[in-house]
């Protein structure tokens, strides 16, 4: 998805700006590298950004190989240092609010450690949604993979294997580290009801879009392959 080029295919959504306006050129591609910078950020303020590709996806895996670089930007939340996400089945770009911070998704948690402890990446968080995991509906925000702990500046690739409203796998270097099925709208989130259609919560599919939470985040290889339905 990711041509090492530029950002074709390619929409910005930052939160308070129009879609399309890339504040502080805060997506951008240097040495073949798709790059999330703060270098023109004074503070963060809340500016959470969302790269998204134009096309939609159902049935898939999406590779991604990532790593955490520099400082977090002065002002962003503790929470989001060395944090970024893949979000998946989202909503369109064009149908958010100016100042809505994430798109109605489910994201595949990026994390990187910080020199000690535990911090496993590969995590599953839901933005206006819900997820059925071991057959129960989980409405916990964030929910842990088994995933190892990847500190300091290291490249980690990792997929997501999609199959629409069924099983979808998250898998690090390999290994897989979360599974859930039934992802679906969040009917007491206010953002999400707008997208039920007909009292159809059920998500099948949707935009995918990468993170830009605060800390500096880049992205080599962004790729996608179609599966059979």
């Known amino acids: 998805l990711f041509n090492g080029k530029n950002l074709d295919g390619w929409k910005v959504k930052i939160t308070g700006y129009e879609l399309g306006d890339n504040y502080g050129d805060t997506f951008r591609v240097e040495d073949g590298v798709m790059k999330v910078c703060y270098d023109q950020y004074e503070k963060f303020d809340g500016k959470f950004g969302h790269i998204f590709y134009e096309t939609p996806f159902s049935h898939y895996v999406i590779r991604v190989e990532y790593r955490f670089v520099g400082e977090q930007c002065p002002g962003g939340p503790g929470w989001a240092f060395r944090n970024s996400g893949i979000m998946l089945h989202g909503q369109s770009p064009e149908s958010m609010r100016k100042d809505q911070n994430f798109p109605?998704?489910?994201?595949?948690?990026?994390?990187?450690?910080?020199?000690?402890?535990?911090?496993?990446?590969g995590n599953v968080c839901t933005p206006g949604t819900h997820i059925v995991v071991d057959d129960k509906l989980v409405t916990r925000h964030c929910n842990s993979s088994t995933s190892k702990t990847y500190h300091g500046d290291q490249w980690v690739t990792i997929e997501v294997e999609v199959h629409g409203n069924g099983v979808t796998k998250s898998i690090v270097e390999g290994e897989t580290v979360f599974e859930y099925t039934q992802p679906q709208l969040d009917e007491n989130d206010a953002d999400a009801r707008k997208l039920i259609k007909d009292g159809d919560k059920m998500l099948r599919?949707?935009?995918i879009s990468l993170q830009a939470e605060s800390h500096p985040v880049e992205f080599r290889k962004v790729e996608l392959r179609e599966l059979e339905q």
Not at 104 to 121: H, M
């Open 104 to 121: 109605v998704s489910v994201e595949l948690q990026l994390l990187g450690g910080g020199g000690s402890g535990e911090r496993p990446t």
């Open 205 to 207: 599919g949707g935009t």
